[in-house]
């Protein structure tokens, strides 16, 4: 297995966990009262939204030659950084 090929892996089973944690999200904010719950849905939309830029990043990334995927590597990372960022102020408004 090449290195494009094992991190392109890595890359989807962040995605997969992501994807876990906002489902929980999802189902934390349906429980929540009128207000708290469209703030917590508009969240979940950022959210999601990066989780898509992640999802075009890797699909790039997989389309890439093996001669440019060190580059498209380097934007994934930054979108992953975004995204586990969003992730975490999503976690902590949700405890509130």
């Known amino acids: 297995m090449s290195n494009k090929e094992a991190y392109e892996q890595k890359l989807q089973a962040k995605l997969d966990e992501l994807q876990a944690e906002v489902d929980k999200l999802k189902a934390r904010a349906k429980s929540a009262e009128a207000d708290a719950r469209i703030e917590r849905e508009e969240e979940i939309d950022r959210l999601e939204a990066k989780r898509d830029e992640m999802r075009a990043k890797l699909k790039e990334l997989r389309d890439s030659s093996d001669d440019a995927w060190d580059d498209i590597k380097a934007g ?9 960022q969003s992730l975490e102020k999503a976690r902590s408004r949700f405890k509130k």
């Open 76 to 84: 994934a990372e930054r979108a992953w950084d975004s995204l586990s």
